[in-house]
């Protein structure tokens, strides 16, 4: 059965620290993974996603991820936070449906980040 | 572009009414949308798959005759929770997969939260 593991409910980080956001997922096929963020009280925005490729994506507000099959992984990571990033992140892996289509999303139980100043 | 718009925002009732909540896309066309309910501090749980013109597919546990959906045209989605109840209080997101490029990506509401009293 799919499943997204994101072992770190609650992570604290200075401002201007780097970040790294652990996910690792169940999947019987290539997955497509995505990263969504959060904020208090609001919907989900689309971070980054990874279909094929590159395994390194670029994502917005200074974003990336790797994604390692053979650790089935998708570690989200910042080098510099800011304190306008802390959210709710959240981790999902996408079934296929109909052939490429993206189908339903299997989500991880987010990770809260806390940026000091 | 890809914009959902989610209606109202924050929805307060009395016990055994019922409250609809509506899903747009604003700019595009979505043959599939999705609701999801999330509690405090945790993932997003997917209630039902919602296509334009069928029955929604609800998931395991996920009473149909108590949240009822309707996919009436390609724009817009309705959740229905029928005879609202305390345990029916949550934030409930909905989500509405893309088109052409944008096919393999679920696009998010801001959400509602609904609180019966």
Redesign the interface.
Known sequence: AQSVTQPDIHITVSEGASLELRCNYSYGATPYLFWYVQSPGQGLQLLLKYFSGDTLVQGIKGFEAEFKRSQSSFNLRKPSVHWSDAAEYFCAVGAQWRGSTLGRLYFGRGTQLTVWP | GAV?S?HPSWVICKSGTSVKIECRSLDFQATTM?WYRQFP????M?MA?SNEGSKATYEQGVEKDKFLINHASLTLSTLTVTSAHPEDSS?Y?C?A?GQGSG?????????T?LSVL
Request: hydrophobic share 40%; glycine share 8%.
């Open positions: 959902v989610q999705f501090k945790q993932s997003l997917l798959t934030f997101i989500s997969r096919k393999n990506i679920q696009y998010f509401g801001a959400g939260r």
